[in-house]
């Protein structure tokens, strides 16, 4: 990130679980696909050894939780660098999905979702053990309830006031437990397994592999990695969305409250180059 507008907005996005999560660990499996990788060399100990490097960007449609059938989404944007002695990985998924059907009401009314964020990454590889992509680590996965009250005040005399309040409770169902992302048919489908939680299967819709780190608050495909004004605009036109609500999309929710509000256009505008 280029620049903030205040401290606390950096607090947001540094804290938030929507970050990097990075971690070094023994190589597990060769990566052998070719494409988009980009392909260097590191020193250790006097030795030069050579490294491949890539970084994967995936969004995908939640399909079926265990047995049920659901609704959401998959986003994955994650880096990889391997050689033959150990494997690197930096990583930001979020999963989003329900397995009810909720309408939005003009007066009182819930809607609930499940959430499931990686919050602590041990590795991802590509071409892994038949795989297409695997990553693996520390995961959250909690149910959330938005519920909307509207509060009415006033009299026919004076007049009517209208509050709308929302209010979103946070229910935990699997705190800190280990869960792989497997990539599988050529890209095709996907499969997230974290334990104490049933298995989320779904299609993959958009893949996109380079050799360069992709700009997180580029929103527009437009295959540059700078942000523009085009950017915030698009931002701006999801303002007030969440899970189920509108156009809501979690690559926007940057401080991952479930909601794409003025911190997270805040954040698009903090990053526009030249601004």
Same mark, same amino acid.
């Given at each position: 990130?280029?620049?903030?507008?205040? /401290?606390?907005?950096?607090?947001?996005?540094?804290?938030?679980?929507? $970050?990097?999560?990075?971690?070094?660990?023994?190589?597990?499996?060769?990566?052998? +696909?070719?494409?988009?990788?980009?392909?260097?060399?590191?020193?250790?100990?006097?030795?030069?050894?050579?490294?491949?490097?890539?970084? /994967?960007?995936?969004?995908g449609i939640a399909e079926t939780w265990g047995i049920e059938n659901v609704n959401g989404s998959l986003s994955v944007n994650a880096r990889t660098v391997s050689s033959e002695e150990?494997? +690197?990985?930096?990583?930001?998924?979020?999963?989003?999905?329900?397995?009810t059907t909720n309408f939005r009401e003009k007066g009182n009314f819930s809607y609930s979702f499940y959430a499931a964020r990686l919050v602590e990454a041990n590795v991802s590889l590509?071409?892994?053990?038949?795989? =297409?992509?695997?990553?693996?680590?520390?995961?959250?996965?909690?149910?959330?309830?938005?519920?909307?009250?509207?509060?009415?005040?006033? =009299?026919?005399?004076? %007049?009517?006031?209208? =509050? +709308?309040?929302?209010?979103?409770? /946070?229910?935990?169902?699997?705190? %800190?437990?280990?869960?792989?992302?497997?990539?599988?048919?050529?890209?095709?489908?996907?499969?997230?397994?974290?334990?104490?939680?049933? &298995?989320?299967?779904?299609?993959? +819709?958009?893949?996109?592999?380079?050799?360069?780190?992709?700009?997180?608050?580029?929103?527009?495909?437009?295959?540059?990695?700078?942000?523009?004004?085009?950017?915030?605009?698009?931002?701006?036109?999801?303002?007030?969305?969440?899970?189920?609500?509108?156009?809501?999309?979690? =690559?926007?929710?940057?401080? $991952?409250?479930?909601?794409?509000?003025?911190?997270?256009?805040?954040?698009?505008?903090?990053?526009? &180059? %030249?601004?």
């Amino acid at each position: 990130m280029k620049k903030t507008l205040a /401290v606390a907005l950096l607090a947001i996005i540094t804290v938030s679980s929507l $970050c990097f999560a990075v971690a070094s660990v023994s190589a597990m499996g060769s990566s052998s +696909r070719g494409w988009g990788w980009n392909i260097g060399s590191w020193k250790k100990n006097g030795d030069t050894i050579p490294f491949h490097r890539s970084w /994967v960007r995936l969004n995908g449609i939640a399909e079926t939780w265990g047995i049920e059938n659901v609704n959401g989404s998959l986003s994955v944007n994650a880096r990889t660098v391997s050689s033959e002695e150990e494997s +690197r990985g930096a990583a930001r998924v979020t999963a989003i999905w329900s397995n009810t059907t909720n309408f939005r009401e003009k007066g009182n009314f819930s809607y609930s979702f499940y959430a499931a964020r990686l919050v602590e990454a041990n590795v991802s590889l590509i071409d892994f053990e038949e795989t =297409d992509f695997f990553l693996n680590g520390t995961w959250n996965v909690v149910n959330v309830t938005i519920t909307q009250t509207i509060i009415k005040t006033g =009299d026919s005399e004076s %007049g009517y006031t209208v =509050d +709308r309040q929302t209010k979103t409770d /946070v229910d935990p169902i699997a705190i %800190g437990e280990y869960g792989e992302l497997k990539v599988n048919d050529n890209w095709q489908n996907f499969v997230l397994s974290i334990e104490g939680t049933d &298995e989320l299967n779904g299609a993959i +819709r958009r893949t996109r592999m380079t050799q360069m780190m992709f700009n997180q608050f580029k929103l527009s495909e437009d295959d540059t990695e700078k942000v523009t004004r085009v950017d915030l605009k698009l931002l701006a036109k999801n303002l007030g969305t969440r899970p189920g609500w509108g156009s809501y999309d979690g =690559d926007m929710d940057f401080n $991952c409250n479930y909601k794409i509000d003025i911190a997270d256009l805040s954040t698009v505008a903090a990053n526009i &180059e %030249g601004a």
